[in-house]
């Protein structure tokens, strides 16, 4: 299933942003539900063949998501989010910090900020997302990670959730 929806995907080295716009053929409140229900989130946020498992999760400001990327042989990559706003249906914004199972970031990587928005075009929603770090060369860092590759990978995955969900 070759997709004609809109995927960009870029890099602002001025701005130490990556920048992803992504178009999909589904209601408002299904992508936002996709965005922000841990249940949802399970079933794409990972690249395949991982997994993504919900430790915990608070969608609210000052609320966190500790998950893992789990690997066919069962390693474990964890991470949280911090949210730091949000606008319901509109816009939330969290920091996303790789860290170990108990929680403490893993050190020298830092943190993302991500600022993700959501609009509606006729029948089609669309998700601008904005992925900014302190310094270019941790965008740099994080795009040798295979970022682009695995975010790609996931947000199809999505694409295939909402389709499923017509």
């Avoid at 789990?70 to 816009?91: A, C, L």
């Avoid at 601008?128 to 941790?138: G, H, L, T, W």
Wanted: contains cysteine; negative net charge; hydrophobic residues 40%.
């Amino acid at each position: 299933m070759k997709s004609d929806l809109i995927m960009n995907f870029s890099i602002d080295k001025e701005n130490k942003t990556v920048n992803v716009k992504r178009e999909f053929n589904a209601s408002l409140s299904n992508v936002w539900s996709a965005w922000t229900e841990a249940e949802i989130l399970d079933q794409w946020w990972a690249p395949a063949p991982f997994k993504s498992k919900t430790k915990s999760m608070e969608f609210k400001e000052g609320g966190r998501r500790m998950y893992a990327m789990v690997s066919p042989e069962g390693d474990e990559r964890w991470s949280f989010f911090e949210y730091t706003s949000i606008s319901p249906k509109t816009n939330f914004k969290h920091t996303s910090t790789f860290c170990d199972a108990d929680a403490n970031p893993i050190p020298n990587f830092g943190s993302s900020l991500w600022d993700i928005t959501f609009s509606e075009k006729g029948e089609l929603t669309v998700v601008d997302i904005a992925i900014s770090r302190d310094n270019f060369a941790e965008i740099e860092q994080l795009i040798a990670t295979g970022f682009k590759e695995g975010f790609t990978s996931a947000l199809t995955g999505l694409e295939k959730i909402l389709e499923a969900k017509k």
